[in-house]
């Protein structure tokens, strides 16, 4: 069993994928239209050309940053279990392979032509390894800050944190941002053994000496900030 989606953490991720899937619907919009009117394609056919080629050239520079963060995050201090949701993305990634499987018989057994019928192939094996590659993240106490499954929170970088949920409680976390209309931050659930070792890692590591008396523990801000 992974660690529990609970509904901060679900109101959390869609805040972020509306956002995210406004920007990249934009970005499709801005790049498709004119692109599909130069080479007179179809509009379908562009974007899923376009999501091939930009999800091929980023895959390898993610993977590798997620790394790079990894190792500047330092040693794991505790961890706290799986990313929320694993099984979805090892299923995601399991169906989207198959699909990409069943595709490139496809390709083959009916010669099959067209740059986007290939490209399709190509995006479908992406998207799995992409699956693949996001469910094996946890979620760490590290060192130099929160490891949020692929991404390093530096404690310098926590404006706030807060407690929601008493069963399954989860770590609200706000991150300093120039950007107040991006993402920051996130929904973090904590297994509820290990939200009081949490509590006082963020107290010692994001709080002046001297300024970590919160009462019942259930939230924090670090002074100065708001």
Known sequence: MGTPMTKAVWAQSMKNAGICGAGVMFVLGV?????????????????????????????IPFVLWVLHQSRKAGPVVLDCGPRPGRWMLVTG????????????????????????????????????????????????????GLWQCEGLLAWDKIESWRWVGDGHPTLLVKAKTRFPFLPSGGALPIPIAQKDQVENFLRERCLPKGEGDFGDGHEGVVPGVL
Do not use: K
């Open 31 to 59: 790049v498709v239209l004119p692109v599909s009117y130069f080479f007179q394609l179809p509009p379908l056919e562009t974007a899923i050309i376009s999501c091939t080629v930009v999800l091929c050239a980023s895959l």
């Open 93 to 144: 990634s399991i169906l989207v392979a198959l699909i990409a499987i069943f595709r490139l018989f496809l390709f083959y057994a009916t010669d099959e032509t067209g740059f986007s019928a290939f490209f399709q192939i190509v995006l479908y094996f992406d998207m799995a390894l992409l699956y693949g590659f996001l469910s094996v993240g946890r979620l760490q106490i590290r060192e130099r």
